[in-house]
């Protein structure tokens, strides 16, 4: 482990930068006596908060931007499934020290900025951020976020499982469109906000570069499979591939700065019905996409196609725990979910000013290109979760022979 750089966080606390050999620096939370790193409950993410209360400004490489702050202490780590390092401090500030300094500019700071500025409410209230910079580099690294807790906040997979469920069991959809409603509204509310710092339109390169993507994400997918699973992505390679094309039509198509990552997971909520409070978390972008790509304008059918299909994938997650129930029950609540999230998304949008936003035409090709990264994801991190995308293709993609 090479020492890059160190900040004094509080007496006997240091932030080192480290890189463990591989070229990609670290954040670490340092105990100086101890000589060893220092886990969550033995204060470096409070001593973070406390840093914000001394103003934006720069420490040398180190550089903090402070949104807003008040005293807090106490931690204990958060204990879900987490790509970063999340630590709750006295109860109301989360402080998020990202696993690895990626070369910046990263796309967390910008666009907080800009949903700050548009008066977005719907997030976490951003408390400030610490980055660094390395000898030579253009733009600083993220190494840590700081927002407010969400107290009682359930996550989106847990509680869009539960509405699906209700859904089911009560023989209602009015629960399941009253949650599409309010994502809808959640989204679209983010969208127009990021949408004042101005829209761009679509070039022929820009379209030149999704259908790349698009090859790049069933090559990837194939690549990453074998067997069965293999065989059903190849079966569909053909029509996959027309499928992902862009329609000419989609030449000076609104891009706007995006979310990026955007799924159930990343929409927290506390409490229930109409009394419900949504956020959206986690601005850190799509994680196989390089930092400086991440903040390139794209198509807000990207969001909208993630979030929509992820809706789907709940209701697989649902079935494949509690298979009694249902399957045409199931899918049709999350299709009533889904619908009521598009049409409030377009409602909000439109409201808001940017009707051109909704670009019905580009959904289902992200929609293909996410369950095609669902294959890769889960042959790289999580192989339980192949079930998802198995059965998430064919629904989306049926072989002629497989048509009803
Ligand atoms: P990662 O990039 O590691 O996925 P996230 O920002 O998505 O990190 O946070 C991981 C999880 O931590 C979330 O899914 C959520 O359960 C919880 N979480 C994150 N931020 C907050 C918050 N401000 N309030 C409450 N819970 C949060
Ligand atoms: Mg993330
Ligand atoms: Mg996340």
Not at 14 to 32: A, F, S, T
Not at 180 to 191: E, S, T
Request: charged share 20%; with cysteine.
């Amino acid at each position: 482990m090479i020492v890059l750089d160190r900040l004094t966080l509080a007496p006997g606390l240091v932030l080192l930068v480290v890189d463990d050999g591989d070229g990609l620096p670290r954040p670490v939370p340092w105990l100086v006596d101890g000589d060893r790193r220092a886990t969550s409950g033995e204060g470096a993410a409070t001593a973070l908060v406390a840093l914000l209360g001394g103003g934006s400004r720069a420490l040398g490489p180190f550089r903090v931007t402070t949104w807003h702050h008040e005293t807090v202490a106490g931690e204990r780590s958060f204990g879900v499934d987490q790509t970063n390092e999340s630590v709750v401090v006295g109860e109301k500030a989360v402080v998020k020290w990202l696993r690895a300094a990626e070369p910046g500019p990263h796309p967390a700071p910008s666009v907080l900025d800009a949903l700050q500025r548009h008066r977005f409410d719907g997030m976490p209230t951003p408390w400030g951020l610490l980055e660094w910079s390395a000898p030579g580099d253009a733009a600083p690294r993220l190494l840590a976020t700081v927002d407010s807790l969400l107290s009682g906040a359930v996550d989106g997979w847990t509680w869009t499982v539960g509405d699906l469920r209700s859904a089911v069991l009560d023989e209602s959809y009015d629960g399941v469109r009253e949650t599409g409603r309010r994502l809808g509204d959640l989204v679209g509310r983010m969208h127009a906000a990021l949408a004042e710092d101005g829209v761009s339109a679509a070039t022929a390169d820009d379209l030149a570069a999704w259908e790349a993507g698009a090859d790049r994400d069933l090559e990837q997918a194939l690549a990453a499979t074998t067997g069965d699973t293999h065989d059903l992505l190849a079966r569909r390679a053909v029509a996959l591939r027309a499928e992902t094309r862009a329609p000419a039509h989609a030449l000076g198509t609104p891009l706007i700065r995006v979310h990026g990552d955007l799924h159930v997971g990343q929409v927290l909520r506390r409490g229930t019905g109409a009394d419900a409070t949504y956020v959206v978390t986690d601005f850190d972008g799509n994680p196989v996409v390089p930092t400086a790509e991440r903040l390139l304008p794209q198509p807000p059918a990207l969001d909208v196609a993630g979030l929509a299909q992820s809706i789907k994938h709940a209701a697989l997650v649902l079935r494949r725990h509690e298979p009694h129930h249902d399957l045409a029950t199931v899918t049709a609540a999350a299709e009533a979910a889904e619908d009521a999230f598009l049409t409030s998304y377009a409602v909000t949008v439109a409201t808001a000013g940017h009707p051109r936003l909704v670009q019905p035409a580009l959904v289902r090709a992200f929609r293909l290109r996410q369950v095609c990264r669902e294959f890769s994801y889960a042959a790289a991190h999580l192989p339980r979760w192949f079930y998802v995308p198995e059965a998430a293709l064919p629904a989306l993609l049926p072989l002629p022979e497989e048509k009803p």
